[in-house]
């Protein structure tokens, strides 16, 4: 019968969830698995990538259940911080492209126009937003078959969550994590706020960081004021000729700290808004500057000349130039020299032919003017190329800075690495009073409320000091104890720990949890998401004793998850009964640590890494994290999602456009962990014909098992059909348990339906009732953690009792595992697949073949080579065929035993006549006087046909 997936997807996710199918309590009699992904932020629907990541969780936490463990895997929702407050804002405020936006998500779940437009109007309320998104999240990972406890849900904005969270910021202070300063960060300028990762548009895909620029200070001659220019590259500064401005931006003379500087209008706000006293005294066309000369930090004279290229939003707005080193500066003089009208309109003709390069740095496979050598090699004609000369300038710089030595022109700092000299030429400039610190962004950001995202400093701003006395130290510790996959990011760990160093974690705005000794700040959302794991352990019994936020002191969670304090000591403070203060910790002991926390790559940088700091500075090593898995990116048809190419798939259309097994079959079988995966429609749709046909199979096993004889028959292709299965079983094992799971789709399903196909044309009637008997409800059960929807059909179908998702992961029958007969028959399928190619190819019309079996001779020297040889280009062969086909084969050819081609052949001639509709005949290549028989190779014989 046909099967209607849909259907049967609602049928078991209702069952699921009215049963409580995945609402685990603590049971000592089993081992415990505690698995999490990271919870949604609810400011609007999640995509495919989501999908994604989710899918491979569930993929992993039902095969762990299925294996014996006592499985958790809960979820909540984050609203901390910014992101949903800017959604409301625009929608009360009736801005046209957020109405648009959250017309077409709510749309995807409301059919009815007016009611989309009533619920979206609802969202001026930021509550209204968090209820209905966490509610269709919840809709959504149940449409994909998410085997979630939802009992332990909650949001970051509860207040039994904000009474734990207070108690984490009450422990880092105490540890002295906590500090406040004045500090640079990143700062929307309409909230008036410090941004974080999750307050600026695009944030988590196309991070932000500070990045800080030297302000250099050139006195204009002739006047007490300095035009100030800013670079990262403070260490050229032995090398500047000329100063650049843009002559067609407006500029302003400001009172900086006492001093009159000339800088960009946008710079002039940003200075202001880092600790420098700002008054603009006047605006000044960037003309006006141009021919005028400026004494630099060192004391030479230079120029202003007119540079296009020079940019007023990035950092002061003026560029010093450096034309030795910098491909932008030489091209830029460059342009100009043969530039006879603009030379003339501003008389510097003179001025511009009498620069010289300045060699400052020696770096190996340049010359003293690399700037000069990179852009004639990179074949660059004029200032205008920014994508060649950005490029030229990354590797230059690279270069120079790793490799680069400051060359006679520089001073004391002469014969320095550039990466040990720099901040010694910095400290040495700041020391002359000729430069200061300008911190600017890495790129341009605008925050989610649609302001701009600058740098700032923050008077009084608390940070999270990751360079704290050992705790660097600690998390090293934990890194190097927890099991990372893929383990190539655990590099990637290790740098970043290396690179943190004071974060901002609090702002003045936005929702979440206020610091519990400066209520005036609430504390930043990716500094609030980092033990909640521990807060999945407790809720649910928080909740069952009806404890009140109040109740939820820093002695109640010290004795809960540090066991500091006595249950009836801690029950007067707190105003809880001693046992239920037992019950609660009982239950995080049970559960805790956290087994495996699966997400994205992306996270590296900032969650996981506060995720393992975090966990190291309030808990000690028992209840540290044991493991990390990750997933790369997702991308569709070769490109990157977005909503501006229109190629979003939102995860609520995920189970209407393909279905959720569908779509889980797909994804793990798609792309490794590691590797970016490219959605493509067309192989989906392949996909779907391969499940299909295997959820049809395993409906006609089911039935064949009925017929199965009670005795195994004696037949090769039984006892290869029963090894394929079991070698699956072992290998589909193998993969899970790495997070492989690409080759456990490729071994428990299309091997085997592959290896189905070939049987079944090798087989009885009564062979293959014996064998569906014998694999069909396993079968069921080895691709369950990937399609649970069917699977459950399926198994309910078959006579299982009680949910696949419960029953026990197959064991590996080793006795019937048999790989020289394995060997043998995949041998004897090889040659059935080259003989229907071969009489597909032929032009005539044949009715014999000829099976030639290569020579003993050929088998055994080819058997030596492989010996002696560790490449192709080792292989020492007098046959020269045989050589060409052992090089093109090598690696294959390596893992192969000699085999008995004849005898595994001869036995199958009857089944190979039959099913190639031809009259074959197997002989040994020293038997036959066949002309072709020379082209028999080991594991390849010749086929002629006739």
């Known amino acids: 019968m046909a099967l209607d997936f849909r259907a049967i997807e609602d049928k078991w996710q209702r069952r699921w969830y009215s049963e409580k199918a995945f609402e685990p309590a603590p049971d000592e009699r089993k081992p415990k698995f505690f698995f999490t992904v990271p919870y949604p932020y609810v400011s609007g629907t999640l995509h495919v990538g989501h999908g994604r990541t989710y ?64 619920i979206v109007k609802s969202f001026a309320d930021p509550k209204k937003v968090v209820e209905y998104f966490s509610s269709k999240i919840i809709e959504d990972f149940k449409s994909l078959g998410y085997s979630l406890d ?36 990143l700062y929307c300028k309409s909230c008036a706020n410090a941004a974080g990762e999750d307050d600026i548009q695009d944030g988590d895909t196309n991070p932000v960081d500070l990045q800080t620029f030297i302000a250099l200070k050139f006195k204009v001659e002739g006047e007490n004021a300095f035009i100030v220019s800013s670079t990262l590259r403070p260490e050229t500064v032995f090398g500047i000729t000329n100063m650049f401005v843009n002559p067609s931006v407006e500029y302003v003379k400001a009172t900086v700290d006492g001093e009159t500087w000339y800088v960009s209008q946008p710079a002039a706000e940003k200075l202001a808004l880092q600790n420098h006293s700002v008054r603009v005294l006047e605006k000044i066309s960037g003309e006006k500057f141009i021919g005028k000369t400026l004494v630099s930090p060192l004391g030479t004279k230079v120029t202003v000349l007119p540079a296009s290229f020079v940019d007023p939003e990035n950092a002061s707005g003026f560029v010093h130039s450096v034309p030795a080193h910098a491909p932008y500066d030489w091209m830029a003089l460059a342009d100009l020299k043969k530039d006879e009208k603009t030379l003339q309109k501003y008389g510097i003709a003179e001025a511009v032919n009498a620069i010289k390069p300045i060699p400052l740095i020696s770096s190996p496979g340049y010359g003293e003017l690399p700037a000069v050598e990179i852009c004639e090699r990179m074949k660059i004609a004029n200032a205008r190329e920014k994508p060649k000369l950005d490029k030229a300038t990354a590797e230059l710089y690279k270069k120079e800075f790793y490799e680069g030595t400051l060359g006679r022109n520089c001073g004391e700092f002469a014969g320095r690495k550039i990466d040990e000299a720099k901040d010694d030429v910095i400290a040495w400039l700041k020391k002359k009073k000729v430069a200061a610190d300008f911190y600017e962004t ?39 104890r927890m099991f990372i996959f893929p383990s190539n990011y655990k590099k990637q760990f290790e740098d970043i720990f290396a690179w943190l160093d004071k974060r901002p974690c609090a702002r003045r705005r936005g929702l979440g949890t206020q610091l519990p000794f400066a209520n005036e700040w609430i504390i930043e959302s990716l500094s609030d998401s980092t033990i909640y794991m521990a807060f999945y352990t407790v809720i649910k019994q928080i909740r069952r004793f009806g404890l009140k936020p109040e109740q939820l002191r820093e002695e109640f969670f010290d004795f809960v998850f540090l066991g500091e304090g006595t249950a009836e000591t801690v029950a007067k403070t707190c105003g809880v009964q001693p046992l239920v203060l037992k019950s609660i910790r009982k239950e995080f002991e049970y559960w805790y640590p956290n087994d495996l926390r699966h997400t994205a790559v992306a996270h590296i940088t900032n969650h996981l890494s506060f995720f393992i700091f975090a966990h190291t500075a309030v808990f000690g090593p028992k209840h540290w994290p044991r493991a990390l898995s990750l997933n790369e990116m997702l991308v569709r048809e070769g490109a990157k999602m977005s909503k501006s190419k229109g190629n979003v798939i939102i995860l609520s259309s995920i189970k209407e456009k393909y279905g959720a097994d569908l779509f889980r079959l797909y994804v793990s079988a798609a792309a490794e962990f590691g590797s970016v995966l490219d959605f493509r429609d067309r192989d989906l749709e392949a996909t779907r014909r391969s499940f299909v046909k295997w959820a049809e199979l395993v409906l006609l096993l089911t039935e064949l098992s009925e017929k199965a004889p009670k005795k195994q028959p004696d037949s090769i292709a039984v006892k290869w059909m029963l090894s394929k299965f079991e070698t699956s079983v072992l290998e589909s094992t193998k993969a899970l348990e790495e997070f492989s799971l690409r080759n456990y789709v490729q071994s428990s399903f299309y091997s085997l339906l592959n290896a189905w196909d070939y049987f079944s044309r090798r087989s009885t009637e009564d062979e293959k009732a014996f064998v569906a008997k014998e694999i069909a409800e396993r079968w069921i059960l080895l691709l369950c953690p990937m399609v649970p929807h069917v699977c459950e059909e399926l198994w309910e179908q078959s006579g299982g009792k009680g949910f696949a998702s419960h029953a026990a ?49 050929k088998a055994d020297a080819l058997s030596k080579a492989l010996e002696k040889a560790a490449k192709p280009e080792e292989l020492v062969l007098t046959d020269e065929a045989l050589k060409q086909y052992a090089s093109r084969n090598f690696f294959e050819l390596r893992g192969r035993k000699q085999l008995d081609e004849f005898g595994a052949l001869k036995q199958a001639t009857a089944f190979l006549s039959k099913e190639s509709g031809l009259e074959v005949k197997v002989e040994r290549e020293e038997d036959s006087v066949e002309e072709k028989r020379v082209r028999a190779m080991p594991f390849k014989p010749s086929i002629v046909l006739a």
């Open 809 to 857: 992961w197959p064991e590996v029958r080793e006795e019937r595992i048999a790989l020289e007969i394995e060997e043998a028959e995949d041998y004897v399928a090889a040659v059935f697949a080259d003989l229907r190619k071969v009489k597909e190819l032929v032009k005539i019309k044949a009715t014999k073949a000829t099976v030639i079996i290569g020579s003993k001779a």
């Open 55 to 118: 899918t491979y969780g569930d993929v992993i936490a039902r095969f762990k259940r299925m294996q014996g463990f006592n499985l958790l895997w809960p979820m909540a929702f984050h609203i901390t911080g910014t992101p949903v407050l800017a959604v409301s804002a625009k929608i009360a405020a009736g801005d046209l492209e957020a109405l648009k936006l959250y017309k077409d998500y709510v749309g995807t779940y409301e059919k009815d126009a007016k009611t989309v437009e009533k």
């Open 442 to 480: 890495t790129r341009p950001a605008k925050c989610r409320c649609g302001g701009q995202v600058i740098a700032a400093v923050m008077e009084n701003q608390w940070f999270i000091d990751f360079n704290a006395h050992g705790w660097k130290d600690r998390a090293n510790d934990c890194l190097e």
């Open 150 to 185: 939802l009992s332990r849900q909650f949001t970051t904005g509860d207040r039994e969550y904000n009474k734990f969270v207070e108690w984490q910021f009450h422990k880092y202070k105490k540890k002295g994590y906590l500090k406040q300063a004045a500090y640079p960060l």
